[in-house]
C-alpha cells in the first residue's frame, strides 16, 4: 500500500485538489466501512435443517428432525431480562393431485417457550400442541428446566418421534409432500420488540424444507407363538 501511494505521487506533475483528494477518502472509508460491516459478528447464520426423517408406526406417522442455528446475542440479551422467546414447529402433508392445487392431508403444529428465570438461574422450556392464539395461551404438554442455555437449546433443536398425522389420513402407494418449518415468533414478543425489530436479520431464526414422501406400510409387529402348535 505505501509503495502503490509513492509511485502514484511521483507520475502525478500536480497534486490533487482538496476537494478530489477528499471525495477519494471519503470513497475509501465507506467502502471499508461496508467490508467490516458484512463480515463482522452482527451477521447471523441462517438456521439449517440438517435431519430429516418420517415414518410409519402402528399409531400413525411420525416426524423427527434436528435444526442447527446460533442464538444471536440480541436474542440472548432479551432472555436474560426475562423476554420469554416462542419457537414454532409446523408439519403438512400434501396429496398430488394433477387437475387441481395439492389437498393437505395432514397438519401438526406445536409450540416452543424457553424462559429464563433470574430466581433459580435456570432456564425453563415449555413444549405445547398447537399455536397460540389470541384467546388462549400457552397449554403446555411439557415442562423441562435446564442448568445452561446450551442445553435449553440443545432440547429445542431436537424433534423426536412426533406425531403428525393419523394413518387413516395417509394411505399407503399413494406419493405426498411434506413441508416442514422452524421459526422464532415474533408476533408473541412485546409490542415494543416488534416495532423496533423491523428489517433487522439478527431476529430472524427460521428454516424450511419441502420433500416428495413415500410412506410404506407399518412394519408388522412381533406375534406370539402361544397357542400356535
Known amino acids: 500500500m505505501v509503495n502503490t501511494t509513492a509511485s502514484f505521487t511521483r507520475c502525478c506533475k500536480k497534486p490533487l485538489p482538496d476537494s478530489l483528494a477528499g471525495f477519494w477518502l471519503r470513497l475509501l472509508l465507506a467502502a471499508c466501512l461496508g467490508v467490516l460491516m458484512a463480515a463482522g459478528p452482527g451477521r447471523v447464520q441462517a438456521a439449517e435443517i440438517t435431519q430429516l426423517r418420517v415414518e410409519r408406526a402402528d399409531d400413525g406417522v411420525h416426524l423427527s428432525a434436528a435444526v442447527s442455528f446460533a442464538l444471536p446475542s440480541v436474542v440472548e440479551d432479551a432472555l436474560m431480562k426475562g423476554i420469554p422467546m416462542f419457537f414454532v414447529v409446523e408439519a ?116 424450511q424444507v419441502k420433500e416428495r414422501l413415500r410412506l410404506e406400510p407399518a412394519a408388522p409387529g412381533p406375534q406370539s407363538t402361544e397357542g400356535a402348535r
Open 92 to 207: 403438512d402433508i400434501y396429496r398430488d393431485r394433477w387437475y387441481w392445487t395439492d389437498l393437505r392431508v395432514a397438519s401438526a403444529a406445536r409450540t416452543i417457550r424457553l424462559a429464563y428465570q433470574p430466581l433459580t438461574r435456570r432456564w425453563r422450556v415449555n413444549i405445547a400442541s398447537g399455536l397460540i392464539s389470541s384467546s388462549g395461551g400457552l397449554r403446555a404438554t411439557l415442562n423441562q428446566n435446564y442448568e445452561s442455555l446450551a442445553e435449553a437449546l440443545s432440547a429445542i433443536q431436537r424433534v423426536a418421534r412426533w406425531k403428525i398425522a393419523d394413518n387413516a389420513d395417509v394411505p399407503a402407494d399413494t406419493v405426498y409432500r411434506l413441508e416442514f418449518s422452524f421459526r422464532l415468533d415474533l408476533s408473541q414478543l412485546p409490542r415494543p420488540f416488534q416495532i423496533g425489530m423491523a428489517g433487522l436479520s439478527e431476529w430472524n431464526i427460521s428454516a
